[in-house]
């Protein structure tokens, strides 16, 4: 019996030390070349890849540098994204980037145009190549600096997505030179 109650007594104690770890790890990341800064709930990781994106009128944009900071937190992923193209207006850019994100959970531009503001957009998505799609939801927000395009892109199943944590990315997100 009594060691039943030690049992019961260590599931307590851990149960409440895992109550008290926080699933949102806040930290402050700056991009090394000083084009923005944003709370991530966690430590993002850092991709660079040069590839193609559907352009607004069909035709592809060739050459487009991206690179992204990225965490992802139980199914959402909190991003920032920069990207150039050599030869391309950055406003043509910023309109394909935000066609192909909205474009990755089936969802069309709400509203209309995303001329500076926030965009808010329910589709759907896979969480894994085999499983079926999952409602799903985006936020985000694109800015032109110079001659790039900058964006901090939330996005997850609809049903689980964390409005908090989401809006806590967005507002801390400072796109473009200090």
Avoid: Y
């Avoid at 985000?140 to 892109?153: K, P, Y």
């Amino acid at each position: 019996m009594k060691k039943d109650i030690m049992r019961a007594l260590l599931g307590v104690v851990v149960l409440a030390v895992l109550g008290c770890t926080p699933t949102l790890n806040w930290r402050e990341v700056r991009d090394p070349d000083g084009h923005w800064t944003a709370l991530f709930p966690g430590k993002p990781a850092q991709l660079t890849r040069v590839l193609e994106v559907p352009g607004a009128t069909g035709e592809p944009l060739s050459g487009v540098t991206l690179s992204l900071w990225s965490t992802r937190v139980s199914d959402q992923t909190f991003t920032i994204g920069r990207a150039a193209a050599p030869g391309v207006s950055p406003e043509r850019l910023r309109t394909a980037l935000v066609q192909a994100r909205l474009a990755n959970i089936r969802a069309a531009l709400p509203d209309g145009s995303a001329e500076d503001r926030p965009i808010d957009a329910h589709g759907q998505m896979r969480l894994d190549p085999k499983a079926e799609p999952v409602q799903a939801r985006l936020t985000m927000r694109t800015v032109v600096a110079g001659d790039q395009v900058l964006e901090a892109i939330v996005a997850g199943p609809a049903s689980s997505f964390d409005e908090e944590a989401a809006e806590t990315f967005l507002r801390s997100a400072r796109l473009g030179p200090p």
